[in-house]
């Protein structure tokens, strides 16, 4: 299994190979389809197994169709089951190629084709096998041994194709042109029996439930069904089409048991996402009895849960404490970790103490209790409410910004300290700027800076001359026309991180 996951994990780091697959689908199709006008036959038999491979060519081509629109975003199984599909669709391009061909009196070029089925088909089957167990997680010392026995018949049934074009083993081209089946022609379908066998031990032998692993036996057997409904039968021949329906069958119960799944997380997510947002203070206006201030603030995450957070809270009457971090990674474990940083902070801001202090003691108690390697960046500041006087600590956060009364907004290149909750004992610096009725402070996450758009990222400057179209509006105006700014920026690119913001209006004491 190793060996197998290796390979398809290089192969779905190429996000062209799902349109690439798609093109060559199409393409076999159409061949398979000009080979049926060109070129007559006469055999019943070929009529029918025909018809089922280009059905069968159509239904991959179909399928892959809806795949193809979010081909960048696809997961490991989806891009095997497509690469699976297209080689499905070669080999019935092949083997309709050698069915037209058998009444075409080019004994040459039917014996070429032939053998060239065989080949593929070896192939085709040895790529089924590592899908299977791959898709299906199958015991990984029961399919370790089950590889190496697949591959070594790998090579054994690449080599008697080879031998067949000397001595007839699955078939021959008789004195007449027509294509004749050899003594040895049942030797051909033990592969894809033993691969059939394979998948059903190792499956009965993982841990998956006992209902999908009686229905998943009962989808891979269909090949085994084609191969003993066209036994003897001359011409008949529909294993590769049930191969491919059983691809899609599993990949179906597979991707049914995934949507339940998800649905039950996104539930889960959904929750925490409440939870999260909840604990960040969202009523506005925020202070309504302190007409001396006016404060904004938003999160947009990139993902259901974030690890950026803000906070703005009254320490006494007189002094407002403000915050913006950014946890060092996101999902679940930094969304609690920034629940932890967020208490933290506020608890030892509530005391009393100076910004510096208040990183030094918060840095100080997250890396004596953290489990993972998680760090925040933090922008913590204390505004005095009478005087203006805002004091403030950086510990490798981004510049605040600044708009002084009747000026424009310009970054303020404070002193960076390191990261908060990263090295035990490291002091923290402290500033102060005076601010004037009518000054601005706009706090923000690198997800603004580093928001990507078609022209790149969106850079600090950028969102500094964004501030200024807007400068003469409220906070709330400020931060909505911003994240505005960015989502038309970003257009249909993803969002790669999350989007926080906080603008501060100091409006005077009176």
């Known amino acids: 299994m190793e060996k197998e996951v290796t390979i398809a994990e290089r192969i779905s780091?190429?996000?062209?190979?799902?349109?690439?697959?798609?093109?060559?689908?199409?393409?076999?199709?159409?061949g398979a389809v000009a080979v049926i006008e060109i070129l007559d036959y006469t055999n019943a038999n070929y009529g029918f197994s025909i018809g089922a491979e280009i059905v069968s060519m159509m239904i991959a081509i179909v399928i892959t169709a809806p795949i193809l629109a979010a081909y960048k975003r696809q997961s490991l199984q989806v891009y095997m089951f497509v690469l699976m599909l297209a080689m499905g669709t070669l080999l019935c391009f092949l083997n309709i190629t050698m069915m037209c061909l058998a009444d075409a009196n080019l004994p040459a070029l039917l014996n070429f084709q032939s053998g060239l089925v065989f080949i593929v088909e070896a192939i085709f089957t040895f790529s089924y096998w590592l899908y299977m167990s791959h898709t299906l997680k199958s015991n990984k010392k029961?399919?370790?041994?089950?590889?190496?026995?697949?591959?070594?018949?790998?090579?054994?049934?690449?080599?008697?194709?080879?031998?067949n074009f000397f001595t007839p083993i699955y078939f021959y081209i008789d004195e007449f042109g027509k294509y004749q089946y050899a003594d040895l022609w049942w030797l051909s379908y033990t592969y894809?029996?033993?691969?059939?066998?394979?998948?059903?031990?190792?499956?009965?032998?993982?841990?998956?439930?006992?209902?999908?692993?009686v229905v998943v036996v009962v989808f891979l057997g269909v090949p085994i069904f084609g191969i003993l409904a066209a036994w003897g039968e001359d011409g008949l021949s529909v294993i590769y089409p049930g191969m491919m329906i059983s691809l899609v069958l599993?990949?179906?119960?597979?991707?049914?048991?995934?949507?339940?799944?998800?649905f039950a997380k996104s539930k889960e997510l959904n929750l925490a996402t409440n939870i999260q947002m909840d604990a960040l203070p969202n009523k506005f206006p925020a202070f309504p009895t302190h007409k001396e201030i006016d404060i904004y603030a938003l999160m947009h995450p990139a993902k259901e849960v974030g690890g950026d957070f803000y906070d703005f809270f009254l320490i006494d009457e007189n002094?407002?404490?403000?915050?913006?971090?950014?946890?060092?990674?996101?999902?679940?474990?930094?969304?609690?970790?920034?629940?932890?940083?967020?208490?933290?902070?506020q608890n030892f801001a509530l005391m009393g103490l100076s910004p510096k202090e208040v990183l030094y003691r918060a840095n100080k108690q997250l890396c004596a209790s953290k489990q993972q390697k998680l760090f925040v960046t933090v922008w913590f500041a204390v505004l005095d409410l009478q005087t203006g006087l805002l004091t403030a600590a950086n510990g490798g956060h981004e510049y605040p910004i600044i708009q002084k009364r009747g000026g424009e907004f310009e970054i303020f290149?404070?002193?960076?300290?390191?990261v908060v909750g990263f090295v035990n004992g490291v002091p923290y610096n402290e500033y102060t700027i005076q601010l004037e009725k009518g000054s601005k402070v706009f706090v923000y996450t690198d997800g603004v800076p580093e928001c990507v758009g078609d022209d790149g990222q969106y850079q600090l400057q950028r969102a500094v001359n964004t501030l200024?179209?807007?400068?003469?509006?409220?906070?709330?105006?400020?931060?909505?026309?911003?994240?505005?700014?960015?989502?038309?920026?970003?257009?249909?690119?993803?969002?790669?991180?999350d989007i926080t913001m906080l603008c501060l209006e100091y409006k005077g004491f009176e």
């Open 142 to 163: 029961i399919t370790a041994v089950f590889d190496i026995v697949a591959m070594v018949l790998l090579v054994v049934f690449l080599i008697l194709p080879i031998v």
């Open 468 to 497: 200024n179209k807007y400068k003469d509006g409220t906070p709330e105006h400020i931060c909505k026309s911003m994240l505005g700014e960015l989502q038309t920026f970003m257009g249909n690119n993803d969002q790669f991180d």
């Open 319 to 345: 002094h407002l404490g403000v915050v913006i971090a950014d946890v060092s990674d996101k999902g679940v474990p930094s969304a609690l970790f920034m629940m932890q940083s967020k208490i933290i902070l």
């Open 250 to 262: 599993v990949y179906s119960l597979l991707s049914y048991d995934n949507e339940k799944h998800l």
């Open 192 to 213: 894809l029996g033993t691969v059939f066998l394979f998948a059903a031990i190792s499956l009965f032998l993982s841990k998956q439930k006992m209902r999908d692993k």
């Open 13 to 30: 780091r190429k996000a062209w190979l799902i349109p690439l697959l798609f093109g060559l689908m199409c393409a076999f199709f159409v």
């Open 413 to 418: 290149k404070d002193e960076h300290d390191l």
